[in-house]
């Protein structure tokens, strides 16, 4: 019997992309599924063919609703809406607070939601979608590197205050998946993380993996754990490594 079977799930973002493969896959291990996004067309056309419960609207503010859906209990909480945000440090403060509302303090709104029920009953899982950018970075893409750090520094949080409370927490952080947010990257995507883009049916496969494992770190690329491990040892290299790569994007007409 599955792990999640029975359990109440809920996906922001699940319009498309790796939100919708996370949902379709809890829907097929027998979770009951609230799917969340800001187009209610599209979650309206999943949540019935994975037969969940729509509930469109602001991903920072669904849960009371979801909760209500679910009939009063979210065992599970899957914060994958997000942001691609490109841009430098001269993008616009608005690009920069929308990145930071929507790719973090969207997961803090939904913690403050969830965990006063959590920690009273002594369970609860949280999921975030960070990205590798989170663990590393990602050229031509700076509110966004920032704010997926900014992610994976919350979940980190959450996990090492709360877990001996019960709540199990993970980071997801892929590097390329075949979403429109890999299109939205642009050129320094097509460079960096289109060759070894994933499908985002891979990445709720490692999410499951994890769960099993009770592992923080979710890693459909495993090489991300390298270049994690590189970053740390010999942080200057690392950062060299990554200039040359900013300087072929430059050569490129970046």
């Known amino acids: 019997m599955s792990a999640v079977q029975g359990t109440g799930v809920v996906v922001t973002g699940a319009g498309g992309g790796i939100g919708a493969a996370l949902a379709r896959r809890f829907a097929a291990e027998g979770a009951r599924v609230v799917v969340n996004d800001l187009?209610?067309?599209?979650?309206?056309?999943?949540?019935e063919e994975i037969d969940g419960i729509a509930v469109?609207?602001?991903?920072?503010?669904?849960?009371d609703a979801a909760r209500d859906a679910l009939d009063g209990t979210v065992d599970v909480y899957c914060a994958n809406a997000g942001l691609a945000s490109p841009g430098d440090v001269f993008a616009d403060e608005e690009v920069w607070a929308a990145?930071?509302?929507?790719?973090?303090m969207a997961h803090v709104r939904a913690a403050r939601a969830l965990?006063?029920?959590?920690?009273?009953?002594?369970?609860g899982r949280f999921v975030s979608t960070a990205s590798a950018a989170g663990l590393l970075t990602m050229?031509?893409?700076?509110?966004?590197?920032?704010?997926?750090?900014?992610?994976?520094?919350?979940a980190e949080w959450l996990s090492l205050t709360?877990?001996?409370?019960?709540?199990?927490?993970?980071?997801?952080?892929?590097?390329g998946v075949?979403?429109?947010?890999?299109?939205?990257?642009?050129?320094?995507?097509?460079?960096?993380?289109?060759p070894s883009a994933i499908e985002p049916e891979a990445v709720a496969d490692a999410l499951f993996d994890a769960m099993a494992e009770d592992r923080f770190l979710v890693l459909p690329h495993p090489e991300v754990a390298g270049y994690y491990r590189a970053r740390a040892k010999d942080t200057d290299h690392w950062l060299g490594s990554m200039n040359h790569l900013q300087q072929k994007w430059e050569e490129t007409g970046a």
């Open 99 to 104: 990145a930071w509302d929507v790719n973090v």
């Open 178 to 194: 075949r979403t429109d947010m890999l299109t939205a990257a642009g050129s320094a995507g097509e460079l960096v993380l289109a």
């Open 115 to 123: 965990l006063p029920h959590w920690l009273e009953r002594g369970s």
């Open 162 to 175: 709360y877990r001996h409370r019960g709540i199990k927490v993970h980071a997801i952080c892929p590097q």
């Open 56 to 63: 469109a609207g602001d991903a920072s503010q669904i849960v």
């Open 139 to 154: 050229i031509g893409a700076a509110p966004y590197s920032v704010t997926k750090h900014g992610v994976v520094a919350f």
């Open 39 to 47: 187009d209610e067309a599209r979650i309206k056309t999943l949540a």
